[in-house]
């Protein structure tokens, strides 16, 4: 795909029903890989990103129609994030498109936390900023969704056999993983109302300036569930980049996270985030297993793919720890 | 014990440095500190596996006794079907969660992250 190959795509996306097509020019690519890129583009001199995902990874995930209703909701509720300004399937370039307002801001981890330093005032807003998004995203319920029926549900007992499914799909055995998955089947906690989840909420999605949380990126693993999921995800230990005493993304305290969120109508659930919190640490266990399968197999050529078979320990361990005394036996 | 193998990886190390000067500075030094990481790994495997290895076919065995007896094999492969037994009997039902288990793959996961990335072994706050 060219860059000229991309900006007429991007024109006819934008393009008003029965309206002039925009000049759009092409201005960085922000990040390419075989199955998804990241583009910055102006639109009739107004800056956008566009995320392509190409023909195989477009199959395997939310379509970018799905995604922006999903993110329309979000935004509605009160999330801050990027309008959507286009989304589509673009039959010219066989990707699949969401194109969204440019907004500046840091979303690499360490340069988050070289922003918002632990124990800082910006760290407590950014902390106090994620509580209130989080609160706000899951006030939505199916109810306020017209993708409803597009969305996967994860309840308790389901997201268990998803990671049985996953660790047996393994060419390798974990038996520390199953020994979690073991301590959740008999501690599942009481059931919860189904809200919107983003499914990917941490320290690497969320784009910070020095304002504190400008926008809750990426939604494609977004669906309904129980919203200590996205709590316990954005707490866990590989999340905090070495600042192991700031459990939320490794800039802020639980308790502030918490506060902000009861304060904001969100209702905490503590067995929820635990039980979360260890089913997280083994989909993570189980995911970066799975990356080192697909080098294995020649699907991937990543060194980092290929470097997460070694990582694999560290959620182990993480989730051992968690699991402590306390398992039921 | 872990995978991909050792052989497997200083290809995947020399494949991505021999690709770097196609990649942007910021990419090329990401994959220089990976491939870094990596050969670290790879020497204290060197020091510290065979030792590893031996301590969890111990320790795994014990869990594991009364169970149909493994055929006799290589350390490594000893112990990955040690590991497979564990596995399957947790996920089938068949080994009860207890505290020794926990003790035993806690260990055995210290030692592995030894290994892996020693400045991680203290528990999260």
New interface residues.
């Given amino acids: 795909m060219t860059p000229s190959e991309l900006e007429l795509a991007v024109a006819r996306l934008c393009a008003p029903a029965g309206g002039a097509m925009p000049t759009v020019r092409h201005r960085a690519t922000a990040s390419a890989g075989a199955t998804r890129s990241t583009h910055i583009v102006d639109i009739d001199d107004i800056a956008a990103v566009v995320q392509l995902r190409h023909r195989e990874s477009a199959l395997q995930t939310m379509s970018s129609t799905t995604e922006r209703a999903v993110v329309g909701a979000a935004m509605d509720a009160g999330v801050p994030g990027a309008s959507t300004i286009a989304a589509g399937w673009m039959p010219e370039i066989e990707a699949d498109a969401i194109v969204s307002a440019f907004l500046t801001g840091e979303t690499i981890p360490r340069r988050v936390l070289r922003l918002a330093p632990p124990d800082t005032p910006l760290a407590a807003t950014l902390t106090a900023d994620c509580g209130r998004a989080l609160a706000a995203l899951h006030s939505v319920d199916d109810s306020q969704l017209e993708v409803i029926d597009e969305l996967p549900r994860h309840t308790e007992l389901s997201y268990l056999e998803h990671l049985h499914d996953l660790l047996d799909a393994l060419p390798t055995a974990h038996p520390a993983l199953r020994f979690g998955l073991a301590v959740l089947a008999t501690n599942r906690p009481e059931p919860q109302a189904m809200r919107l989840v983003h499914g990917d909420f941490r320290n690497g999605n969320l784009l910070v300036n020095d304002g504190g949380l400008a926008a809750v990126l990426d939604w494609e693993l977004a669906h309904l569930g129980n919203p200590m999921e996205d709590i316990a995800w954005l707490c866990l230990r590989t999340w905090r980049f070495g600042h192991e005493s700031h459990p939320v993304g490794g800039f802020g305290d639980l308790g502030r996270l918490r506060a902000e969120y009861e304060a904001s109508g969100g209702t905490w659930d503590a067995d929820g985030f635990r039980w979360w919190t260890i089913a997280r640490t083994i989909w993570w266990g189980a995911g970066l297993a799975t990356q080192a399968a697909s080098f294995e197999r020649g699907e991937s050529e990543s060194l980092v793919h290929a470097a997460s078979g070694r990582r694999v320990v560290e959620l182990e361990y993480d989730l051992l720890n968690l699991l402590g005394d306390d398992h039921g036996s | 014990m872990?995978?991909?193998s050792a052989d497997?990886?200083r290809d995947?190390?020399a494949?991505?440095r021999a690709g770097a000067d196609d990649l942007d500075a910021d990419e090329a030094r990401y994959?220089e500190r990976?491939?870094s990481?990596?050969e670290g790994?790879l020497e204290r495997e060197a020091l510290l596996l065979d030792d590893a290895t031996a301590a969890t076919i111990t320790s795994f065995s014990t869990l594991v006794a009364g169970g149909p007896p493994d055929p006799p094999s290589a350390a490594e492969d000893q112990a990955?079907s040690l590991?497979?037994t564990?596995?399957?009997r947790?996920?089938d039902?068949l080994l009860?969660?207890?505290?020794e288990?926990?003790a035993a793959?806690?260990d055995?996961?210290?030692r592995?992250?030894a290994i892996?990335?020693p400045g991680?072994?203290?528990?999260?706050?």
């Fill in positions: 872990d995978r991909p497997q990886l995947a190390i494949a991505s994959l990976v491939a990481n990596l790994i990955a590991r497979h564990l596995d399957r947790l996920r039902g009860t969660p207890t505290d288990v926990l793959l806690r055995d996961a210290a592995r992250l892996a990335r991680y072994l203290h528990p999260a706050t």
